[in-house]
C-alpha cells in the first residue's frame, strides 16, 4: 500500500493521460533533488524539500496542478501531561510551519 500523496499522483497522472516510466524511487527529498539535478529525470516532491535542496543544487521547481494536499501532525503521548512547556512547543512549530509554507506558496497557486 502506498503513501496517500502517491497514490493521489498517480490518480491525477493516469486521469490526464500520462504514462510514466518510474525507473527510481526514493522518499528521501534530498536524494530524489539530486537525482534530478544531475539529469536522471523529474518528480513530484513536496516543494519544501525542493526548495531546501535547492539552495546548493541545480535544478527547476515548477507548480504541479491540481496541487496536492499533504496533512501534517504533531503526535503527543496520549497519557503524558500537556504542560505549558508543550504548549510553547506548538505554538513554535506552527510559526515555523507557516514560515516554511510562505516560501512555497508561490508554487501552490
Known amino acids: 500500500m502506498g503513501s ?3 497514490e493521489r499522483i498517480d490518480q491525477v497522472l493516469a486521469a490526464a493521460g500520462v504514462k510514466t516510466r518510474t525507473v527510481l524511487e526514493s522518499d ?4 530524489v533533488c539530486s ?10 516532491i513536496n516543494p519544501l524539500a525542493a526548495l531546501e535542496e535547492q539552495r546548493h ?3 527547476e521547481v ?4 491540481p496541487a496536492i ?4 501532525a504533531l503526535l503527543l503521548a496520549p497519557d503524558a501531561p500537556h504542560s505549558r512547556l508543550v504548549s510553547a512547543f506548538k505554538e513554535v512549530v506552527r510559526g515555523v510551519i507557516e514560515s516554511e509554507l510562505d516560501h512555497v506558496r508561490p508554487y501552490r497557486s
Not at 537525482?35 to 513530484?44: P, R, T
Not at 515548477?62 to 496542478?65: E, H, L
Open 4 to 6: 496517500g500523496p502517491r
Open 28 to 31: 528521501l527529498g534530498a536524494s
Open 62 to 65: 515548477r507548480t504541479f496542478k
Open 57 to 59: 543544487l541545480d535544478f
Open 35 to 44: 537525482l534530478v539535478a544531475a539529469g536522471l529525470g523529474v518528480s513530484v
Open 69 to 72: 494536499t499533504v496533512r501534517l
